[in-house]
């Protein structure tokens, strides 16, 4: 070898002793008209204009404007009701609201989103990341709801006694059911041995259907109770003001609810 090249023989003539020198290979000065294909820009057509974003179509439009105003009306009822009880003396605070509200309406209600193809924040999401996601809001939305129903346990004598009450009671007792069977469903794959991944997720869809179909109604019929009658708006405009929020109640179940009752719906066991 050589600093500037390298011997080479040739064996078919006679086995002469070539001197081939090392030379750059000539760089191509044409521009380059395509971008990288593993880059991070928008697909293209070719090497042209780059191709045009997929148009929505009127029933996807229609889920983003559904997912929208249910958003709207849970947050409205979640600030009046914590607004209601966080403006008053620390001591009078109902907290028993307070984290119901939050748990059972706000983050039971997003937890049942997490799969809606209107949801704008998991739209980007693949179907684990939704799973996941929906897994944690719905624990985190039990927890703090069970929370807000012991703290109404340890402050009166007399529990479960109205219809408000014992439909609480009732929720408390599926919700532990319903936080099992989606466990169970979170490892349908891993228990696919013993328990049919189709029926197991099936059986959770129904169980925590009928979870949340419980805690709205408790909440529907929370806002007959002394403590909303003492609380909320003066008398003159408080029997328009709960029925308003009322039919708004049903109007979140039923805009929440239709996911699970359309996958419950077309489900094959």
């Known amino acids: 070898m050589t600093r500037r090249g390298k011997f080479v023989v040739n064996k078919v003539s006679n086995a002469r002793i070539h001197f081939i020198r090392d030379t750059p290979a000539p760089q191509s000065t044409a521009p380059q008209q395509c971008h990288n294909v593993s880059s ?4 293209q057509v070719g090497c042209g204009r780059p191709a045009p974003p997929p148009t929505l179509t009127l029933t996807q ?11 709207l009306l849970i947050g409205f009822v979640t600030v009046y009701l914590c607004w209601m009880s966080l ?10 609201a307070v984290f119901c509200t939050l748990g059972f309406l706000c983050l039971m209600s997003e937890g049942l989103m997490a799969y809606y193809r209107g949801n704008a924040c998991t739209q980007v999401c693949h179907r684990p990341e ?3 996601l929906h897994w944690v809001l719905q ?3 039990s927890i703090i709801g069970l929370i807000g129903i ?3 346990m340890c402050l009166e004598e007399v529990h479960f006694h109205t219809r408000h009450g014992i439909i609480g009671l009732a929720t408390m007792v599926i919700l532990f059911i319903s936080l099992l069977s989606g466990l169970s469903s979170l490892y349908a794959a891993e228990l696919k041995g013993r ?5 197991n997720k099936t059986l959770h869809n129904i169980i925590g259907l009928i979870t949340f179909t419980l805690a709205m109604l408790s909440m529907y019929y929370s806002f007959e109770t002394q403590l909303f009658n003492d ?12 029925f308003l929020l009322e039919i708004i109640t049903i109007i979140i179940f039923v805009l929440t609810a239709y996911g699970p009752m359309w996958c419950l719906f077309y489900s094959r066991l």
């Open 87 to 96: 403006r008053l003396d620390s001591k009078d605070i109902p907290w028993h």
């Open 130 to 132: 939704k799973a996941r």
């Open 195 to 199: 328990l049919q991944p189709r029926f």
């Open 150 to 152: 012991v703290i109404k």
């Open 40 to 43: 991070s820009t928008p697909a």
């Open 139 to 141: 624990l985190c939305g």
């Open 231 to 242: 609380y909320s708006l003066d008398a003159s405009t408080y029997m328009d003001f709960r």
């Open 61 to 71: 439009k229609l889920e983003f404007v559904v997912t929208l105003v249910n958003r």
